[in-house]
Every structure is written in C-alpha cells, then in structure tokens.
C-alpha cells in the first residue's frame, strides 16, 4: 500500500497538553497522554474525529461524528495500561485474536479475546494520502508476536479517516513469519452505545435458523433470574431483539450468532437505525470473516451493542472453536486481511442503505410452494 507520507510516532511524541502532530487540507493529528499515561492520538476531520490507542492495541476508544459519540457507555473514563482486558474495556473497537479469541474454559490458556487487545505495539505512524473514497489521514502500526515452539506473527492494522465523510476505515493484516502454519484467529470488537427503540437493520434472514442464540454462558458473566427465560424466547423469535425497547432485559448480555448474506461488491450490512431516522453502520466481508456475533449489553454500569463482531470464528475460546473446525491455519509467509467500514449515516442515507438490506434478505429468501 502505497501512502503519500508516512510519520513516526515515539512515546516522546506525546505529552500530557494536547499538540498538533499532522495537519493535512481539514485533516489533522495531534498527540496528547491521558491521566493514565497511555498515549492518545485524535484524527480530525472536518465532520468528526477519532482517538486512537497507537502503542496499545491500536484501538479505536473513540469515534464521533457530527457531534455525536458512537462509543458505547462504560465504567472506564480513559485507558490504562498493562491490564487484562476487562480491567480497560471501555473503548470503540478492540482486535481480538490471534491465539484465542472469547472467553477461554478451564482447559485454554489464552487471556480472554487473546494477545490483541492490548498489545503492546513497537512501531506506529501517521499516514497521509488520496485513494478512491478520498482524501484520508490515518494511523498504522507493526505487532510482532513471537512465542518458541508455538507463534511468530505479525499484525499491521490501518485505519483511515475520510474529509468530509462519516465513515472510516478499517484494515487488520496478519502475517504468519514462521516456516510453518500459524494458527488464527480473529474477531473486531466495535462498540457502539444502543438507542432506546432503535432499530436493527441487517443482511441476514432473521429465522431461528439463521440468527441463533448462544445458550453458554462465559465464567466472567452472573446472570440474574429470568435470564434463561429471557434467552429462551429469543431463541424462538430472534426478531424480538430487533427493536430495542428499554423492557429488552439485556443484563448482563445477549449474544446471537448470525449468518449474514453478502451485497453484490461482497459487503454485509448491520445498522441501528435511530427514532430521529439517523443510524449507525458496520460492513464487513463475509468472505474474509465468515462468523458473525452480535453482543448486546444494557446494565446500569454498561451499555454497549456490537452490532456485529465480524470473525474467523465464534467467541468461545480456542479450545471449543478448535473443536467447532474453526480456526484458520495461515501457510507459511502468507497474509489474512480483514477489512471493515465503520460510521455513521444521515437520515436519508440510513433510508437507502435499509432498502438495499431489505432487498438484500428478500432475494435470498427461499420461494414459497
């Protein structure tokens, strides 16, 4: 991939006050700390920014555009640094994988969703440059992953900020360095904060059969009473979850497994479609991330909807996605590319993008007699 420049960033680049780093036409970088310490990188553009995590995880921890936040409500105010992933979860997107990916059993020996979320990241940039949706600024970096007798990868995420657009981009490509197969993983964690009585829109065809309800529960999940009821009848009518009304008991989560079905250009469609007619939308390619997981959570502390969480495999832990026939083995010197674009629409775009899903799932529909 080609940039028109390219700009190191240093843990001597940031400092607690806020400075411009980048400025490119509208776009713009700049580097600050968070009380914490963790280094904080702001994209701007003329109709939104993102933060981003350069030298932890490369995650997204926030995204807003026109002045309103995706991010999902969490206990975190900010990032810290080294800690497991339930101790720093309160960002807009995570990476997950590569040698586990969910909650692991007894048995497995990965942290929960892997090595990635938190990863410690050596080498991150600015970058700079034109392509066919415009002109963008964005942030990369390199995660080196090496463990003797098992691991040796490397993680390149890329994500790119548009001028005068309300949808980013977003680039995972993994690298297996070993003379052998590399085992694989991978699943996007995109949070985005649920609307009372907004409407879930998406590419699938919502039958029992082909939207599903997770019946294990995670170790670190307490379910209350009325909690397998509750799964109970959404496993009969999974239509039921897809207006959000504040009565939907989503405490402590809600967890589906869906078969999306893919646009002509290989794009599969998740919106939460706003009482204002407003929405937001996730694409991914079904033909790179061939598992889908939607992840709904409505606690008093928390409130988070991952519309979908777009993977190799499901979040059950190595171990159970091993038995499932689901983890990737990645020959020697070859790539794995994810690819996401991630945002907000206006009313009238939200309108079009619910025809063409609608649309989508009635010609996928098996004929009738």
Not at 49 to 56: K, N
Not at 82 to 88: I, Q, S, V, Y
Not at 133 to 152: C, D, E, L, P, S
Request: proline share 8%; glycine share 8%; net charge negative.
């Amino acid at each position: 991939m080609t940039f028109k420049a390219i700009t190191n960033l240093y843990p001597e680049c940031f400092a607690e006050k806020e400075r411009t780093f980048v400025t490119y036409g509208a776009l713009a970088a700049s580097t600050f700390r968070f009380p914490s310490g963790v280094c904080g990188l702001r994209l701007t553009s003329d109709v939104g920014e993102l933060v981003l995590l350069p030298f932890q995880g490369q995650q997204v921890w926030s995204a807003t555009f026109n002045g309103r936040n995706l991010t999902m409500k969490s206990m975190f105010t900010q990032p810290y640094p080294n800690r497991p992933f339930l101790e720093t979860f309160g960002g807009f997107l995570q990476h997950c994988g590569i040698t586990g990916v969910g909650g692991p059993s007894a048995q497995d020996t990965h942290p929960l969703h892997g090595e990635l979320p938190n990863a410690p990241y050596e080498i991150a940039y600015v970058v700079t440059g034109e392509d066919e949706k415009g002109t963008y600024i964005g942030m990369g970096g390199q995660y080196r992953h090496t463990v003797a007798f098992a691991h040796n990868y490397l993680a390149e995420p890329l994500v790119k900020l548009y001028a005068g657009s309300t949808l980013f981009n977003v680039t995972m490509t993994i690298t297996n360095l070993k003379n052998s197969g590399q085992e694989l993983l991978y699943l996007a964690h995109v949070n985005f904060k649920p609307v009372d009585n907004g409407r879930l829109v998406y590419s699938a065809i919502p039958t029992p059969e082909h939207v599903r309800v997770r019946a294990s529960i995670p170790s670190h999940i307490k379910p209350g009473p009325g909690y397998a009821e509750f799964l109970a009848e959404l496993r009969d009518n999974p239509a039921k979850h897809h207006v959000l009304t504040p009565d939907l008991a989503f405490d402590p989560e809600g967890v589906f497994f869906i078969d999306y079905l893919a646009d002509a250009d290989g794009w599969a469609h998740s919106l939460q479609i706003h009482p204002d007619g407003n929405a937001d939308v996730i694409r991914h390619r079904p033909s790179q991330l061939p598992k889908a997981t939607r992840w709904i959570s409505r606690t008093p502390d928390q409130d988070a909807i991952a519309l979908v969480e777009a993977g190799t495999c499901e979040p059950e832990g190595y171990l159970a996605e091993k038995a499932k026939g689901y983890v990737k083995v990645l020959p020697p010197g070859e790539t794995f590319v994810a690819e996401f674009e991630i945002g907000a629409l206006a009313a009238e775009e939200a309108r079009r993008a619910e025809e063409k899903v609608r649309n989508l799932a009635k010609v996928s529909e098996p004929s009738q007699g």
